[in-house]
């Protein structure tokens, strides 16, 4: 089957591919594994997550987007070529349209490396789309109205707040906070507390089995494995639940005062929009226990998770690539 169209949710954390008419056809780790002497790819997504941690001096597992954004534009082309053959398979002559989503605060700088990486990478042409208008069609939002909408998309390197009205945004934030410091604060938290070392897929396995934002009565636990920091010796424990709340609290209190920030400069009749219709969360930082009662409680507004919170930037791109003559004039930026 030709692929014309690939929408590309380039996330700090994980990439998702999604081709209209065959679904989400990707979900891999945004990695890349590199062979130093040579800086040759060994692998890209799961496989080069695997080797996190258990590579030889001379291999490394490199993440090419930091923040959001293109940090190394040599390896995220690399990746964008990986991802763009897998979906196109490897007989397909047909050069794609791609939809790339981007930060918020994207400069025309980041936006030309993503589109020109793209290109380079095997894409037709390349449009760069602000993710929390990717994330607002994605979780069912109609962006074109004039009511207004607010969104909080928490993905692994950013979280973004975003006023959404007649197809723009109003106001905005971005705070460089989000699932990869969930992970740096649970090691941390663990260090301080047991004076035991853990790794970063031990703190991501943890936050996905047992993370919640607020303290619950019944706790769930989980067994972990690090380093002793004393003896340098192999050691078990077990945290619980609300042990995950207390370490990620100073962080999601962060984000809702970033939220509280961007009401402050909303109009007063899209917050009463908001106000009635309630904070939307998407990403799959949302995918955290009570995040939305976390929210509810400190802004005093009605918070809901969207549907298939993590693949709602995806979904976007996939309507964008579906009415892409229509999208043409409004939201996208084409680069040649």
Same mark, same amino acid.
Not at 115 to 140: D, F, H, M, Q, S
Not at 169 to 193: E, M, Q
Not at 210 to 228: H, L, M, Q, S
């Given at each position: 089957m030709?692929?014309?169209?690939?929408?590309?949710?380039?996330?700090?954390?994980?990439?998702?591919?999604?081709?209209?008419?065959?679904?989400?056809?990707?979900?891999?780790?945004?990695?890349?594994?590199?062979?130093?002497?040579?800086?040759?790819?060994?692998?890209?997504?799961?496989?080069?997550?695997?080797?996190?941690?258990?590579t030889?001096g001379?291999?490394?597992?490199?993440?090419?987007?930091?923040d959001?954004?293109?940090?190394?534009?040599?390896?995220?082309?690399?990746?964008?070529?990986?991802?763009?053959?897998?979906?196109?398979?490897r007989?397909?002559?047909?050069?794609?349209?791609?939809?790339?989503?981007?930060?918020?605060?994207?400069?025309?700088?980041?936006?030309r490396?993503?589109? %020109?990486?793209? =290109?380079?990478?095997? #894409?037709?042409?390349?449009?760069? /789309?602000?993710?929390?208008?990717?994330?607002? *069609?994605? $979780?069912?939002?109609?962006?074109?109205?004039?009511?207004?909408?607010?969104?909080?998309?928490?993905?692994?390197?950013?979280?973004?707040?975003?006023?959404?009205?007649?197809?723009?945004i109003?106001?905005?934030?971005?705070?460089?906070?989000?699932?990869?410091?969930?992970?740096?604060?649970?090691?941390?938290?663990?260090?301080?507390?047991?004076?035991?070392?853990?790794?970063?897929?031990?703190?991501?396995?943890?936050?996905?089995?047992?993370?919640?934002?607020?303290?619950?009565?019944?706790?769930?636990?989980?067994?972990?494995?690090?380093?002793?920091?004393?003896?340098?010796?192999?050691?078990?424990?077990?945290?619980?639940?609300?042990?995950?709340?207390?370490?990620? %609290?100073?962080? =999601?209190?962060?984000? #809702?005062?970033?939220?509280?920030? /961007?009401?402050?400069?909303?109009?007063?009749? *899209?917050? $009463?929009?908001?106000?009635?219709?309630?904070?939307?969360?998407?990403?799959?930082?949302?995918?955290?226990?009570?995040?939305?009662?976390?929210f509810?409680?400190?802004?005093?507004?009605?918070?809901y998770?969207?549907?298939?919170a993590?693949?709602?930037?995806?979904?976007?791109?996939?309507?964008?690539?579906?009415?892409?003559?229509?999208?043409?004039?409004?939201?996208?930026?084409?680069?040649?």
């Amino acid at each position: 089957m030709l692929t014309s169209k690939i929408g590309i949710d380039l996330g700090t954390t994980n990439t998702v591919v999604n081709v209209p008419g065959r679904g989400f056809i990707i979900n891999e780790p945004t990695i890349v594994a590199l062979s130093l002497p040579d800086n040759s790819v060994l692998a890209v997504g799961k496989e080069a997550k695997e080797m996190i941690g258990r590579t030889p001096g001379d291999i490394t597992a490199y993440r090419p987007l930091k923040d959001g954004v293109v940090a190394d534009y040599y390896i995220t082309r690399a990746m964008l070529k990986y991802f763009i053959h897998r979906a196109t398979g490897r007989w397909n002559l047909v050069k794609p349209d791609v939809v790339i989503s981007a930060p918020a605060g994207v400069t025309a700088t980041e936006k030309r490396a993503v589109t %020109n990486a793209a =290109l380079e990478a095997g #894409a037709k042409n390349a449009y760069v /789309v602000r993710e929390p208008l990717l994330a607002a *069609l994605g $979780a069912g939002i109609t962006i074109n109205s004039s009511s207004g909408n607010m969104l909080i998309n928490m993905g692994g390197g950013t979280s973004e707040v975003a006023v959404i009205s007649l197809g723009g945004i109003v106001c905005w934030s971005s705070l460089r906070t989000a699932g990869n410091k969930f992970d740096l604060a649970i090691i941390d938290y663990v260090k301080k507390k047991y004076s035991v070392s853990i790794g970063e897929q031990t703190a991501e396995a943890a936050k996905i089995a047992i993370g919640t934002a607020i303290p619950v009565k019944e706790k769930n636990e989980f067994r972990i494995r690090g380093r002793d920091l004393i003896t340098g010796l192999p050691k078990d424990l077990t945290i619980n639940s609300n042990e995950i709340a207390e370490a990620l %609290n100073p962080l =999601l209190v962060d984000i #809702a005062a970033s939220v509280q920030g /961007v009401f402050n400069e909303t109009p007063p009749e *899209l917050v $009463a929009d908001v106000m009635e219709k309630g904070v939307i969360l998407s990403g799959g930082s949302a995918g955290l226990g009570n995040i939305d009662e976390f929210f509810k409680r400190l802004l005093g507004v009605p918070a809901y998770v969207a549907e298939d919170a993590i693949l709602c930037v995806a979904k976007g791109s996939g309507i964008i690539l579906e009415h892409l003559d229509i999208y043409k004039r409004t939201l996208l930026s084409k680069s040649s």
